[in-house]
């Protein structure tokens, strides 16, 4: 079973960066599409990027379109999250997910989709 690790949460001034990275901890060897959500205080959990399993396919929120970049290196389990240009509005909780059924197709938006989940991790911007 995949169990998800997220890293590289912090506090950053607004206009600068952060590279998270998510894990597959137990280095199962699974193939899946991995998706990164992000919830803010008092909002609802939201898509931001999203990345099949060859990563092939890659999907953004339009509210981190051209700023954030999603990347993977299936050789050493991990989905990375580049985040350029950050803005006060990206304070969130960091998650990111995978889905073991999409391997061959376009990533989902819908964290429905989305079996296997990390225990997310905090990112601050100040303005």
């Known amino acids: 079973q995949v169990q998800l690790v997220e890293s590289g949460g912090g506090l950053v001034q607004a206009g600068g960066s952060l590279r998270l990275s998510c894990a597959d901890s137990?280095?199962?060897?699974?193939?899946?599409?991995v998706g990164w959500f992000r919830q803010a205080p008092g909002k609802e959990r939201e898509f931001v990027a999203a990345?099949?399993?060859?990563?092939?396919?890659?999907s953004y929120a339009d509210s981190v379109k051209g700023r954030f970049t999603i990347s993977r290196e299936n050789a050493e389990n991990m989905v990375y999250l580049q985040m350029n240009t950050l803005k006060p509005e990206d304070t969130a909780v960091y998650y990111c997910?995978?889905?073991?059924?999409?391997?061959?197709?376009?990533?989902?938006?819908?964290?429905?989709?989305?079996?296997?989940w990390g225990q997310g991790t905090q990112v601050t911007v100040s303005s």
């Open positions: 137990k280095r199962t060897g699974s193939r899946y599409a």
């Open positions: 997910a995978a889905d073991a059924k999409r391997l061959m197709i376009a990533p989902s938006l819908q964290e429905i989709s989305y079996d296997y």
């Open positions: 990345i099949s399993w060859s990563g092939g396919y890659i």
